[in-house]
């Protein structure tokens, strides 16, 4: 019998620890105490607020207080003779200070804290279809099940009602307030009445959260949806069109943020299949928006149209630096943070240089598209941060995140990645915190207190990113990715029947003499587009950071670099390093296991394993491919 009872006691013991991931940042202690929770307002967001300080928070007594005085969404946390207070300037703000002090409660104690939002707007930009594939998506299938949606009932299944709620206090415990939920290449019928039904659904379940629905729009919509005979913006019966829509998602969603719009670009029609300009297809759905007070996000992510042959990255700033000021005064253009595609890394975009008066929000990239999938443990806080060095947050009106989310039960497939969904929320709202400040209480939420894991881990998590620059394309080299689904090597890659600004040997443009691609004054002229300094320096192959060598400048191979070694050895010497980091990681992670359960623990081991190889193969192929250049 005793022996029975303890291996009842075992099992359950390992029952409690195993973990898939799928409580993300918010496994809370179980022994709360049931606080009180006094509030001076009522409403849904403020039942959430204190439900969760209910079940969740170890004290005895918070106040919530509203005070209107303070900005929206803007909190204070005050702690005084064991007594916690809140005040915010609304319920949102409440709720943000909430998860404030759950936060706090986990990761070091509760004290004094003031805290606004840098943007009013925090976005995450989901790529997801509707037939629930997800473009760019490494962690299953979308979450957003429309066949488990009841437009006409305003019901959810089970597993959407659940998955929903997760979705939304996660999103709310850092801060983000809107959400796309369609690829923005975008399918028509998401603007059909059945469709925008269900999407109340889901606004109805995001709003006591705080969160806006947004839609990613089609821009031929009521062509294709046959309604007109045009998606010329310019025509009437267009612009009728989108007007009566937009009346018709307000009457069902009266907060809706409004629209993200990827147009003319990668086959996506836009207003330049009417020789119309993106200032008169982004002003035409403004003011369908306007009264309504909803937004336009239009997006430079623009090329091969009007400036075929241009270098790639320099076609969004000629396409959109002559229609600076033609904008509507709700429009903002979205740019990613490099001006070719999420890079492992890339020098920053200089559309954020060029464009002076319309408002401008930053596109990141959660989803590791380029930087190993759901497979490699990278953590992008530090990419991002190495983007806001050269892009004051000051000059942004607000911040997207492309969703790394699936309906896999971790969410995002890799552990780890759960870290850069949170990772962007924490920068969107303070852009001033350290990577290393993050990193520190996300592994405390996600996994333990225990200094030593904490120590070891923030640690890899801060030298993932660089480590994956250097087993990939170090030294300013890019896109030398596999085809379509970007994920090894292929730096020979070439395809006649592909836009040539598809194919890696575009990028790199290795010979005999050298590597690189000339975008110096010398070459495309790239650095002209940048401000001073960084255009001089950018310009020069003496002053060009090394980080940024082959992204600007075609170098011979035994060019001389700062360290004395040849350029061909350094490549060396940088691929190496990369693999080597993987292969400490994996042994960091060995000594890791005391402090992660069973589940997570192979889970990640497994996934290092899978990284080192990777690892190795990006450094052989790419290796073995320059050096057939190189003569080595
Ligand atoms: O990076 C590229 C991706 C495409 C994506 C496109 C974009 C949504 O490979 O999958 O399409 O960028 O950002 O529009």
Redesign the pocket.
Known sequence: MKHLLSLLFLFIASAIHAEDGSQLWLRYGTNAKSATVIANTASPTIAIATDELRQHFRGATVSLLKDRALQPEAFAVNTADGKVTITAGDDFGLLYGTYELLRQQETGGVHNLQTAPKYPLRVLNH?DNLDLSV??GYAGKSIWRWEEIDGQNGTMSEWMQQRVRQYCRANASIGINGSVLN???ASPNILTTDYLMKVKVLADAFRPYGIRVYLSINFASPMVLGATTTADPLDSSVAKWWCAKADEIYQLIPDFGGFLV?AN??GQPGPGDYHRTHADGANMLAAALKPHKGIVMWRS?VYGANHKGEDRVMQAVSEFKPMDGKFADNVILQSKNGPL??QPREPYAPIFDNIKKTPQMAELQITQ?YLGQSLHLVYLAPMWKEFFSFVSPDLLKGIAGVANIGDTDGWCGHPFSQANWYAFGRLAWNPDMTSEAIANEWLQQTFTGEKAFIEAMGEVMMSSREACVDYMMPLGLHHIFKFDH?YGPEPDGFKAEYPIEWCPVYYHKADKDGVGFERTTKGTGATKQYRQPYSKIYDSLETCPEEYLLWFHHVAWDFKMKNGKTLWQNLQVHYDRGVSEVARYCDVWQQMRPYVDAARWQHVADLLDTQLDNAREWRNVCLNYFGSFAGK
């Open positions: 790529w473009e760019r690829n923005v290449n990827k670009s990668e992510f595609d999420f598209e970007h």
